[in-house]
C-alpha cells in the first residue's frame, strides 16, 4: 500500500514562499507521475501541477506558472513544489498524488494515491 505524506504548508503573508514536500512510503514511486492538486474553501479541487517520473517534463495550472516550481528526488522518493511570489488566491489545502500509469496529469481520476492535505493560508 502506498502512502503519501505532504508537509511545508502554514502562514505567510503575500509576497513570500512556502516549499512543500511529498513523501512515498510503502513502494517505490519512481516509476509514477505525480502532481499537486489545492482545494480552497467552497471550491472544487483544482489541478495545480505535474511532473513526469523522470522529471523531465513539468506541467503548471496558468494561475502559477511562473510563480511555482515542481521537482522530485527519486531517491528519496520525495517530490517538491516551491512557491514563490504567493498570493492570497493561492490559499487551499494542497494535496500530493501519484499516477503510476501516466494517464492526462491535468485529470484528478487519473491519479491512484493521494495524501491527506497540508494547509497553505495566504495572507494579505
Known amino acids: 500500500q502506498v502512502q503519501l505524506v505532504e508537509s511545508g504548508g502554514g502562514l505567510v503573508q503575500a509576497g513570500g514562499s512556502l516549499r512543500l514536500s511529498c513523501v512515498a512510503s510503502?513502494?517505490?514511486?519512481?516509476?509514477?507521475?505525480m502532481g499537486w492538486f489545492r482545494q480552497a474553501p467552497g471550491k472544487e479541487l483544482e489541478f495545480v501541477s505535474a511532473?513526469?517520473?523522470?522529471?523531465?517534463?513539468?506541467h503548471y495550472a496558468d494561475s502559477v506558472k511562473g510563480r511555482f516550481t515542481i521537482s522530485r528526488d527519486n531517491a528519496k522518493n520525495t517530490m517538491y513544489l516551491q512557491m514563490n511570489s504567493l498570493k492570497p488566491d493561492d490559499t487551499a489545502v494542497y494535496y500530493c498524488a501519484a499516477d503510476p500509469e501516466s494517464g492526462p496529469y491535468g485529470n484528478r481520476w487519473s491519479y491512484d494515491y493521494w495524501g491527506q492535505g497540508t494547509q497553505v493560508t495566504v495572507s494579505s
Open positions: 510503502g513502494r517505490s514511486l519512481s516509476s509514477a507521475a
Open positions: 511532473i513526469t517520473w523522470s522529471g523531465a517534463a513539468t
